[in-house]
């Protein structure tokens, strides 16, 4: 339930801080965007990219429908289809290498929505272009 005075994304912060004070390497954080808005998801994610940037930490962030706007806080993505693993590499490189199997992102498209599209069993990805 919702705490008076304290909102999901201050309660994702707070939890993400509490995750902080291990100082582990890597963060690792699965769906950090369930409950919150995009305004709400870009900001946590943007205060996360900032703060492990700032202490030398790696991210792995599970984030279905990402906003064009969180998508570009990724340096690297991984993009699965059907549970096998489809590519793993820059963002920058991304759109290249689908260009060079065939599959052009539509203009009407975002990157991560393009992305999102191969990835499902009903995207232009065929399991048996892998």
């Known amino acids: 339930g919702q705490i008076r005075g ?3 994304e201050q309660r994702r912060l707070v939890t993400t801080g509490e995750m902080l004070m291990w100082n582990a ?3 690792c954080t699965d769906e950090i965007s369930t409950g919150l808005d995009a305004a709400s998801t870009y900001s946590t994610m943007h205060k996360l990219s900032l ?7 790696t991210r792995v962030i ?8 969180s998508f570009a ?11 096998y693993v489809i590519y793993v590499g820059p963002v920058a490189k ?15 498209l975002d990157v991560a929505d393009f992305l999102q599209l191969i ?7 065929s399991i048996n272009d892998i």
């Open 51 to 57: 703060l492990a940037n700032f202490l030398g930490h």
């Open 73 to 83: 806080l990724f340096d690297e993505v991984i993009v699965l289809a059907q549970s």
């Open 119 to 125: 990835g499902t069993t009903m995207g232009i990805f």
């Open 25 to 27: 390497s890597i963060i």
């Open 94 to 108: 991304v759109l290249p290498y689908f260009t060079n199997l065939g599959h052009t992102k539509p203009e009407q």
């Open 6 to 8: 304290v909102s999901r």
């Open 62 to 69: 599970s984030l279905p429908q990402p906003s064009p706007q």
